[in-house]
């Protein structure tokens, strides 16, 4: 098993509508979280951190399942601009590294 | 607010020859990483430095060198490129804690020919 696993997508969503990305780690130690976007042939950039008791941020809704190690992004309202691709990251105790899964690619259309 | 500092952004390169990516931060950061990033791959890991004066391997560090300069800079060498090393790579740096996040640079998109 990946250390930290999501679903490649596509989602391909219409303007307006509620999508939901997952996104599972496997070391039951992780420490802290975080959803990062990247937008086409850019740098990944800090969307949120994922806090223990969830927390939202606009349209944004971050939550953390540690009983099932997954943390996951909600947005509410889709814009044509949330169309990136959402990397999720987990930090674990004693490593220099943090985890990056490979990506959710998310096309918002009119 | 420069954070984090690539260059060259785009570079071309024949089969054999050599370069060095550059990456500097300016955050304090103790920790420093380098990433090639490929098409349906996700990031990579090829060197990172834990703090100054350390370096480790990653996921994919053959054809690669790192030197960690100082604290602020970082570089990735190529000492004969290849065409397997056409991608993006991006640096980035953290301080490594429980809700540090990570800051990347703006990538070098380098082709190898």
């Known amino acids: 098993r990946k250390e930290v696993e999501q679903d490649p997508g596509p989602f391909n969503v219409p303007e307006g509508a509620t999508v939901a990305f997952n996104c599972t780690y496997s070391n039951s130690a992780s420490q802290s979280f975080f959803w990062y976007r990247q937008d086409c042939r850019k740098e990944p950039k800090l969307l949120m951190s994922?806090?223990?008791s969830g927390n939202e941020d606009g349209r944004f809704t971050a939550q953390l399942n540690r009983a099932s190690q997954y943390i996951s992004l909600l947005i509410r309202d889709s814009k044509l601009s949330d169309s990136a691709t959402y990397l999720c990251?987990?930090?674990?105790?004693?490593?220099?590294?943090?985890?990056f899964g490979r990506g959710t690619s998310l096309i918002v259309h009119p | 607010n420069a954070g984090v500092t690539q260059t060259p952004k785009f570079q071309v390169l024949k089969t054999g020859q050599s370069m060095t990516l550059q990456c500097a931060q300016d955050m304090n950061h103790n920790s420093m990483y380098w990433y090639r990033q490929d098409p349906g791959m996700g990031l990579r890991l090829i060197y990172y430095?834990?703090?100054?004066?350390?370096?480790d391997k990653g996921e994919v560090p053959n054809g690669y060198n790192v030197s960690r300069l100082n604290k602020r800079e970082f570089s990735l060498r190529l000492e004969s490129a290849a065409p397997s090393q056409t991608s993006v790579y991006f640096c980035?740096?953290?301080?490594?804690?429980?809700?540090?996040?990570?800051?990347f640079g703006q990538g070098t998109r380098l082709t190898v020919v």
């Open positions: 980035a740096s953290t301080t490594p804690g429980r809700l540090t996040e990570a800051f």
């Open positions: 990251v987990v930090n674990s105790p004693g490593s220099y590294i943090p985890t």
């Open positions: 430095s834990a703090s100054e004066g350390t370096t």
């Open positions: 994922v806090y223990s």
